[in-house]
């Protein structure tokens, strides 16, 4: 869908509060969840593919999100668990080196349904004097909004890792520490001092060595600190 298209909607909470916009992301005529609020300034690609948001809408306290687009790279997990995310403006284009796509797309191809256009101000400090709180955002009436957050039982008691866990186990090949992304590395014995002040040492001094493998280019450098 254009983003041109303006798709009326309102965010409902449990206890009756009604909240005007316009509806994004994948299109759902009723979505449900616990309603919380995340301050990122930026990484909201992170933060809704990030497993831990499972059965939740997030509420963004940033004012605009989507400047920057969104890359696979940059992605928490294998997939997004959140149940839809409220802001409150989205971007109407993006611009940056890295992205492969708008936020707006990412959303409709992840199937997550969103609401922007939503005063987070006053939702947040809903959510910060209550608590978390059921809520249902769509394009079907208040009534039946409202009847849908009451419905919502919340993330209490339920078993939310079962639904973000891997569905069967796997291994992770080892790397070769001394070949990382096609370039050699170097060890290098790196020697750490600290005193400390433990009783009954009222002066205790401890020495440790690590070998570490870094860049030919960092050596360089730990070389010329070990001078100064």
Not at 17 to 44: D, Q, R
Not at 199 to 204: D, G, H, T
């Amino acid at each position: 869908m254009s983003r041109e298209t303006i798709r009326d909607g309102a965010l409902v909470l449990a206890d009756g509060s009604v909240f005007e916009g316009e509806l994004i992301g994948a299109e759902a005529p009723i979505a449900t969840g616990e309603v919380v609020f995340n301050t990122v300034m930026t990484g909201y690609q992170e933060v809704i593919t990030d497993p831990s948001y499972a059965g939740q809408i997030i509420t963004f306290t940033t004012a605009h999100l989507g400047n920057y687009g969104v890359n696979p790279t940059d992605d928490e997990s294998r997939g997004t668990f959140c149940r839809g995310i409220v802001i409150r403006e989205l971007s109407r284009r993006h611009s940056n080196h890295r992205a492969t796509g708008g936020l707006d797309a990412m959303l409709a191809t992840s199937g997550v349904p969103g609401i922007a256009g939503i005063d987070t101000r006053r939702l947040t400090r809903i959510i910060r004097d209550t608590g978390a709180i059921p809520g249902a955002f769509g394009s079907v009436s208040e009534a039946d909004l409202l009847d849908a957050a009451r419905r919502e039982p919340g993330t209490d008691g339920v078993d939310l890792v079962g639904t973000v866990t891997t569905p069967e186990r796997y291994t992770i090949a080892s790397v070769d520490p001394a070949v990382i992304v096609g370039k050699s590395l170097v060890p290098v014995t790196v020697t750490v001092t600290t005193w400390l002040a433990v009783p009954p040492w009222p002066s205790l001094t401890v020495t440790v060595k690590l070998s570490v493998a870094v860049w030919p280019f960092a050596r360089y450098c730990v070389a010329l600190l070990a001078t100064l």
